[in-house]
């Protein structure tokens, strides 16, 4: 079992830079893939960000590669998305969620997800 909690979120301006966090609980984190999505008003859950230490790839949607960067830190147990250059379609509640296996982009391919943090960007 593993339980995840999503922090950072907030209100930014087009343009500027938002670092969340997803702080996970339970045994052998390293062999998790952490993944980030979003799900903006009357839209589907959509991949955002993936990452394995396993086998060290790192996966991004194409609307957020190059402005986005997801890393972990497998000692505390956190994964974080550094997102930068931020646009107001990058609104939406953002959700950090961990598979064991191999990397997806499938959201049902992964079986823990957190409560998810709100990030809003004004034009």
């Known amino acids: 079992q593993v339980q995840l909690v999503e922090s950072g979120g907030g209100l930014v301006q087009a343009g500027g830079s938002l670092r969340l966090s997803c702080a996970a609980s339970?045994?052998?984190?390293?062999?998790?893939?952490m993944g980030w999505f979003r799900q903006a008003p009357g839209k589907e859950r959509e991949f955002v960000a993936a990452?394995?230490?396993?086998?060290?790839?790192?996966d991004y949607a194409d609307s957020v590669k190059g402005r986005f960067t997801i890393s972990r830190d497998n000692a505390k147990k956190t994964v974080h998305l550094q997102m930068n250059s931020l646009k107001p379609e990058d609104t939406a509640v953002y959700y950090c969620?961990?598979?064991?296996?191999?990397?997806?982009?499938?959201?049902?391919?992964?079986?823990?997800w957190g409560q998810g943090t709100q990030v809003t960007v004004s034009s």
């Open positions: 969620a961990a598979r064991v296996g191999s990397p997806t982009r499938d959201t049902y391919g992964y079986a823990y």
């Open positions: 990452n394995s230490w396993t086998d060290g790839s790192t």
């Open positions: 339970g045994r052998t984190f390293s062999r998790y893939v």
